[in-house]
């Protein structure tokens, strides 16, 4: 089976920087992705990671160590709109549907 | 606009009535999988399909749900004699299988079960 986990709820400050880690047991691996979920809204694709190491993208990164089964999602400068939630996701093998952990549900404050 | 198109996006029923949600994958995608959230949970698989093909459905109830994706048309989710409990949204996201395996996400169709 698959098991994903990531904390419920963050609260950060506005300018900071927060980390939201993601653990994961699959019984196969092709990769993990990050989605950012505003309320209401649809999932958005953030980051894609593959190989172990980090992967910047602006004020977004992610890391990940296979060996570990685990993942972090970096956010640097918080701004106000970065109030979301912030959803892992892990892609087992072949058409393998990806399967999503409830998702961490941030809030940015002044 | 070439993204996910999802409709409606809002669906009120009684229950007992039947509710259907349509979605049309981004331009060159011909998989689509449908998942489900409940408020303050995260997305559920229900189905994974292909056109014309069902790839996966382990996620799906057994009973009152069904999904096709026919060879002209949009997917189509179906949910018969609908209970209070299918209240939730329904998300559709297609992919490329030449890609990184990234969905992308339509709006998704809210349901409401009165």
């Known amino acids: 089976g698959q098991n994903i986990d990531q904390p419920t709820e963050m609260t950060a400050t506005e300018g900071a920087i927060v980390q939201i880690n993601c653990t994961y047991q699959t019984s196969g691996f092709n990769g993990l992705f990050w989605y950012q979920q505003h309320a209401g809204e649809a999932p958005t694709f953030l980051s894609y990671?593959?190989?172990?190491g980090l992967e910047e993208k602006g004020r977004f990164s992610s890391f990940l160590s296979r060996s570990k089964g685990y993942s972090y999602l970096l956010l640097k400068e918080l701004q106000m709109k970065d109030s979301a939630s912030y959803l892992c996701?892990?892609?087992?093998?072949?058409?393998?549907?990806?399967?999503f952990g409830k998702g961490t549900r941030l809030s940015v404050i002044a | 606009n070439a993204g996910v198109m999802q409709n409606p996006r809002h669906l009120v029923r009684r229950r007992g009535q039947e509710a259907r949600l349509r979605c049309s994958p981004m331009k060159g995608h011909s998989h689509v999988y449908w998942y489900r959230q409940l408020p303050e949970e995260g997305l559920k698989f229900m189905v994974y399909l292909q056109k014309e093909n069902i790839i996966d459905e382990s996620g799906m109830p057994k009973e009152r749900f069904s999904a096709e994706f026919p060879k002209e048309g949009p997917s189509i989710l179906r949910i018969q004699q609908v209970v209070r409990g299918d209240s939730a949204a329904y998300f559709c996201a297609s992919f490329s299988p030449r890609g990184t395996g990234e969905l992308f996400f339509g709006e998704g169709s809210r349901l409401t079960v009165l």
């Open positions: 990671n593959v190989l172990d």
């Open positions: 996701a892990v892609g087992s093998s072949g058409n393998t549907p990806l399967v």
